[in-house]
């Protein structure tokens, strides 16, 4: 590959990484996790998104978006979870970024028809509230990486700050609750809810 | 091929190609001669004498540009196109060629420049990917590696034939004749040059790669053939699906595969009658594994090869985890105890089926509570079964402590799976490390399985048992419980020892024998017995016996309940006793207060009944699982669907749900002591239903993938892994309509005589569709292909030939090759003459694509194309579905062969890839499916099975006739051709949606926003009577399943919203209702599937 259509597939994976940080930010914003007050107004690809204002947590999740660019530009990363966990650290509800990024097709398209497809993910989680559930007293929040394939220790200094998770998994295969998907070349983005089923123990 | 590709469009060639048709350079001709005077050889001598290149290397380097320019400005200029109309047929194809050739040399390079191809004046491997010839001298053939560079060496028929079709074809049917003897040869060289190809791969041009690979195919086949005799040509044809989406590693493994399990078979299987069909299926799974060993160098090759042999001969260099052994289930099965007794029910089953159903133990009703003081029943077991009968021919091993173990290393962390009685007075046991073992008994002997005998004694055990009484219970393979009550003139405990005698008579090992009131009773008597000899409890001593009898003795007792029971300060039976029912179900758990109630009083409701149906059927290994990373899990899950899959053809059962077990290892678990084994693990479980029973390995695969995915582990701590099958469903031909077309065959001339105007042949042909229907696995295809002569030769003999103008043309140039020529056999060699009188016919009359029996060769090429399209974009397929190669058994004919290289329907079809290839080539792609593969398209519906099953076969064709487009790809093109077809249904409410697509989704074709419309425009349907109701619920189904299986991958939110919609709709029309009950399962499956859940309802 040369390096002209590298730089395309970097572009996309940047892309998504950016929208990554947006999309997280308003998911824990949705979910009213902290106070509205922790978050500030401001406008991405325009349209309004919160922004979280604490230094801290944006830091966590900008580390955690940009973190995941050298997996995604490998084409390794498979799903992006925001998991949401109740006291006992059984997930009560899963946004699942289902992604995969064609790299042979990255050249032929332009950066304004993807920004233009993931503009319409945020603005349908704008008003996904009424799908979310309410959050259960002391949870706590993660973001989670399902990768294709383990990448080799030390590959880089960014996957170092990404640890195994120990999230206990469902018993029951979930039930999904589809948010929005974009099947297109190079990008194919599913947003989905995942809550567990109801004879979940 | 990228390369030559790259020269192709190098120069002013890639814009000059566009034109090259129009431009009519009256000057080329002249061009075209001094090309040639350039090119022959003395000219080019004479040039280099005086030229001033400092060495002949650079002269040609020059000399093959100037060539190379030539030819590109010929091409372009096109002096041998005579019109705008040729297609490209040849783009990205390079060909040398080699001495005297018909056509000739000239005419070869002049159709190369009319078709988009290149030719090469001198050859060079890196541009050139075929060689043409016609012959080969002797010393050529001998050397062709050095000659031929690993490239495919064709005859230059496949050029004009390739012209003349219009589409490129398979040049494999085209190599040269001589070089078929010397293929195995090639096999050694090809693999490793091969390797490097894939990166080479582009969708369009995907030959160069193919070439090695099939070579190598050919090869392996060859080797194969010589273990596996009769089936050669099955093999050969196998192997060639097996190229299209493995690399040439996997090609070697895949051999060794074949190899591999073809032996396996030939050592599980007793049944000769059996075995063919087993051994051919499992070839065929095997030929689809892409190894996990892609990165394996070739020396890796040669070490399995060597092993796959040594294994085979019986030697225990045996390779221990799943990390190192490619063949790591399959041996593992091979030697595992468990897998044989788990397998040797089946065997039982099969063996004593008759003899005890054919009794029908016609008091066995009768046989309950109130009976059951008065039975008496034996419990008979076999003494160490596993270890006696390896010794049992070894005199000097009888009373020497011996155990037996799957291996007998130095380190003796292995586990001993059983030992004798002289061993067990050391206090050797099972499940104890040899180490540990050989501490307590230094002399202990380890001997290793022997499946054969045991499977040989266990039968004799059995033939004796039967022979003595007909209610025979089998437990194991060394366990049986004998219902003796009816023999009430014969003293049970005189049987009893008779039957020992005979069984120590005739097997060698002794057996040991428990006599009592119930089952219950005589396994315990057994237990006091044992070994050797024989105990009877009487009713009177019951209460005595167990008074004392520990509780950890009780059948059901294990070390948790025992624990339990110990801290309530229950130790025996009899303390047992003096608990209430009601206080045990409270502490215990009502099933299991029940049990303890009753065990410890002696009562046993159990009856002596026949070997039950398994319920369940799986398989699972969790000793030496290691894996590395993804690709190791994939393969190794492959060969668990492969063994599954078998186990559940064995017991001729298909299952619905699948459920995956893992075994991970705990957290902080250490590296277990026991050599690869488990340790200490969390075990996992999930499942997945599918609406159609199956056995199909593909299938298996795909759930079990699915599935394993859905645990999201880290696959190295993955320590177990084991796939279950339930839900089971009887695969008998009987319960599932006609899956053989033997069992059709008898109701046969009754069906010919009532359609006069039908003929055998074409009945047959739809009854071959049936089947295909019924079920989407290769074996039953290959079962139909295998069983297809002898129903064709007995359907003439029971019914008169129909007359010829009376048979359906369509059907006859869709029946398979070998079919059509028996057929042409009896009727007098008239029948080719027929079908290519109106095959010319409809040549002229049509411009479409027809693919008939001369297209066979045609479909190859496309059946490629998808192929190579598939490993170059294997991201956006996410599982690139492998046709069913059914099987040509008597063809030696290659052209043969090909056909069903083609997917069997559209259904197997990888839509992603189709929707990918260029418009021209799908369409040819969707003319290539002869009608009558269309019609199954969606096998794996269950109505619609259900449907077709009913109706008589006429009707079906019938049916298929009108609605026609139901299978064929509905969602193609815009408008989409179900849209026109709605339109003239005659049905008001699918006219309304086609009516609303036109409209709205046009532009967008979405099918939300057509139901989306219908929703709101359409206030309330009336429906249709019940009879149109039916066809147009059937043709809604088909449009949304396609639909469905469009974007279950990539659009789940419109699946989603389609699937609220039809809920809306549902609450107004009967017509949805019906849909929306069929699909909701439908799409829930694909989902879970696909995302490992379900879709929320609410």
């Known amino acids: 590959m040369n390096s002209k259509d590298d730089n395309h597939s970097g572009e996309v994976a940047r892309t998504l990484v950016e929208f990554l940080e947006v999309a997280i930010t308003m998911i824990v914003f949705l979910k009213g996790f902290y106070p509205s007050a922790a978050f500030e107004r401001r406008r991405y690809m325009n349209l309004v998104v919160q922004r979280a204002s604490h230094p801290e947590l944006r830091d966590y999740i900008q580390s955690a978006a940009t973190g995941l660019l050298p997996f995604i530009q490998k084409g390794l990363v498979e799903r992006v979870a925001v998991i949401f966990f109740s006291e006992d650290n059984v997930p009560v509800e899963r946004f699942i970024f289902k992604l995969t990024i064609n790299p042979s097709c990255a050249a032929s398209v332009e950066e304004g028809q993807l920004e233009f497809a993931l503009r319409s993910f945020l603005i349908k989680l704008s008003v996904s509230k009424s799908l979310v559930k309410p959050l259960p007293h002391n949870c706590r929040w993660e973001v989670t990486a399902y990768l294709r394939s383990l990448p080799e220790v030390g590959s880089s200094k960014e996957g170092e700050l990404w640890i195994p998770t120990d999230t206990k998994q469902w018993q029951k295969p979930p039930v999904i609750t589809p948010v929005k998907s974009l099947d297109s070349e190079p990008l194919c983005l599913q947003l989905y809810l995942e809550h567990p089923s109801f004879s979940e123990p | 091929m990228k390369r030559s590709f790259g020269s192709n469009s190098s120069g002013n060639n890639g814009s000059n190609k566009k034109t090259k048709k129009k431009n009519n350079n009256p000057s080329n001709q002249k061009t075209l001669g001094a090309a040639w005077g350039a090119a022959s050889l003395p000219s080019s001598r004479s040039s280099f004498r005086s030229s001033p290149f400092s060495d002949f290397g650079s002269y040609m380097e020059v000399k093959n540009r100037k060539l190379q320019n030539q030819y590109e400005t010929e091409a372009s200029t096109s002096s041998y196109g005579v019109s705008g109309s040729e297609k490209l047929i040849f783009q990205g194809i390079s060909i040398f060629v080699d001495g005297f050739t018909v056509p000739s040399h000239q005419e070869l390079r002049g159709y190369m420049m009319r078709y988009g191809g290149r030719f090469e004046n001198y050859f060079s491997r890196r541009t050139v990917t075929h060689i043409i010839c016609s012959n080969l001298p002797d010393s050529k053939v001998k050397n062709l590696r050095a000659f031929s560079r690993g490239l495919p060496v064709v005859k230059p028929t496949w050029i004009v034939d390739s012209i003349s079709a219009n589409r490129l074809l398979g040049w494999v049917p085209y190599q040269l004749d001589q070089l078929n003897d010397t293929q195995p040869k090639l096999s050694a060289f090809f693999a490793p040059r091969s390797h490097l190809t894939p990166q080479l791969v582009s969708p369009v041009t995907s030959y160069p790669p193919e070439t090695g690979y099939s070579e190598v195919e050919e090869g392996s086949a060859i080797r194969v053939e010589d273990s596996e005799e009769s089936r050669d ?86 390779r221990h985890s799943t990390l190192e052994d490619p063949n790591f289930v399959e041996n593992y099965f091979k030697n595992s105890r468990l897998h044989f007794i788990g397998t040797w029910r089946n065997r039982y089953r099969k063996r004593f089926h008759g003899s005890s159903s054919g009794l029908k ?240 009083r002696g009562l046993d409701l159990r009856s002596v009944t026949a070997v039950q149906e398994s319920k369940t059927i799986g398989a699972e290994v969790n000793w030496g699982v290691r894996f590395r990373d993804q690709q190791d899990v994939q393969h190794f899950l492959r060969c668990l669907c492969k063994e599954v899959s078998l186990r559940l053809q064995g017991c001729e059962m298909i299952g619905r749900t699948f459920t995956l077990k893992i075994k991970k290892r705990k957290k902080d678990a250490e590296e277990p002591t026991k050599y690869m084994g488990c340790g200490d693990c969390d075990n996992l479980s999930r499942s997945i239903t599918v609406p159609a029973a199956t056995d199909d390995v593909e299938v298996l695969q795909r759930i079990s993938k699915k599935l394993f995915g859905s645990y999201c582990l880290d696959v190295k701590e993955v320590r177990g892994v084991g796939l279950q099958v339930s839900k089971l469903e009887s695969a008998d031909p009987s319960n599932k309509g006609s899956r053989t077309l033997t069992s059709w065959l008898s109701s046969a001339p009754a069906s010919v005589q009532t359609e006069k105007d039908d003929n055998v042949i074409a009945a047959d042909c739809r009854e071959n569709a049936d089947c295909k229907r019924h079920d989407t696995g290769g074996v039953s295809r290959l079962r139909e292909s295998n069983s297809a002569e002898p129903s064709v030769q007995s359907g003439d003999t029971s019914s008169s030939l129909p007359p010829m103008c009376h048979l359906d043309m369509e059907v006859l140039e869709n029946l398979p090759p070998e079919l059509l020529s028996e057929l042409d056999g009896t009727y007098g060699g008239k029948l080719f003459e027929l079908i290519e009188k109106k095959r010319g016919k409809r040549k002229i009359n049509s411009n479409s694509p027809h693919i008939s029996l001369d297209g066979i060769k045609g479909s190859k090429s496309f059946s490629v194309k998808i192929h190579g399209l598939r490993t170059s974009g294997e991201k956006e397929c996410g599982e690139p579905s492998v046709p069913h190669p059914s099987i040509a058994t008597t063809s030696n004919e290659r052209t043969i062969e090909m056909t069903d290289l083609m997917p069997s329907s559209l259904s197997q079809v990888d839509f992603s890839v189709l929707q990918e290839l260029p418009e021209e080539l799908r369409a040819d792609l969707l003319g290539a499916f002869p009608t009558h593969r269309r019609q199954h398209s969606s096998s794996d519906a269950p109505m619609e099975t259900c449907k077709k099953q009913d109706t008589e076969p006429r009707d079906v064709k019938d049916a298929e006739n009108e609605i026609g487009f139901s299978c064929s790809s509905l969602w193609f093109g815009n408008p989409p051709p179900w849209v026109e077809n709605f339109k003239a249904s005659g049905n008001s409410i699918l006219e309304k949606i086609a009516d609303i697509y036109y409209r709205v989704a046009q532009s967008r074709p979405m099918l939300s926003t057509v139901l989306q419309h219908t929703v709101s425009e359409v206030g309330s349907f009336h429906d249709a009577n019940a009879n149109d109701l039916d066809k147009s619920v059937y043709d809604v189904c088909e449009l949304l399943k396609q639909y469905i299986k469009l974007k279950v991958e990539g659009d789940i939110e419109e699946i989603y919203l389609c699937f609220r919609l039809l809920k809306r709709l549902a609450a107004t029309s009967q017509l949805f209702v019906q849909v929306y009950e069929i699909l909701s399962s439908f799409i829930q499956a694909l989902i879970s599937e696909h995302y490992g859940g379900s879709l929320s309802v609410s």
């Open chain 2, 233 to 318: 040509h099955v093999d050969n044809e196998f192997d060639g699906v097996g190229i299209e989406n493995s690399t040439a590693e996997t090609t070697e493994q895949t051999r060794n595969d074949d190899l591999k399990s073809s032996e396996v078979n030939a050592e599980i299987l007793a049944n000769p009658g059996k075995e063919e069909k087993e051994v051919s299926s499992e070839l065929q799974s095997s030929t689809n594994l892409p190894s996990a060993s892609d990165n394996k160098s070739v020396h890796d090759n040669g070490k399995n090869d060597g092993k796959s042999i040594a294994t085979a001969a019986g030697s225990s260099i045996r």
């Open chain 2, 361 to 600: 133990w016609a008091d066995s009703g009768q046989n309950t509570a109130e009976s059951a003081k008065k039975s008496t029943i034996i419990h008979i077991d076999l003494d160490s079964f596993f270890v006696s009968v390896v010794i049992r021919n070894r005199l000097e091993l009888h009373d020497k402590p011996v155990a037996v173990c799957h291996s007998d290393n130095p380190k003796g962390t292995a586990e001993i799976s059983s030992a004798n009685y002289p061993a067990r007075a050391y206090g050797v046991k099972a499940g104890m490390f040899v180490r540990h073992a050989k501490d307590l008994c230094p002399q202990l002997v380890i001997v290793p399985y022997n499946f054969e005998a045991y499977e040989e004694v266990a039968d004799q055990f059995y033939d004796i048992l039967h022979m003595h009484c007909r209610k025979v219970q089998a437990v194991s393979c060394d366990e049986a419980f004998l219902d003796v009550s009816d023999l009430r003139d014969v003293e049970p405990e005189l049987l009893a020892s008779t039957i020992r005698k005979e069984i120590l008579d005739t097997t060698g090992c002794s057996a040991s024998a428990g006599i009592g009131g119930t089952m219950l009773m005589a396994r315990l008597a057994t237990r006091v017995a044992k070994p050797a000899g024989q105990f009877h409890i009487s009713a009177d001593k019951v209460e005595e016996f167990l008074d004392q009898l520990p509780v950890g003795t009780l059948p059901g007792v294990g070390s948790v309940l025992k624990e339990k029971l110990e801290k309530e300060n229950f130790r025996t039976c009899g303390q047992l006793r003096l608990i209430s029912k009601d206080s045990l179900q409270k502490d215990f758990g009502v099933k299991t207060g029940e049990m303890l109630w009753s065990y410890s």
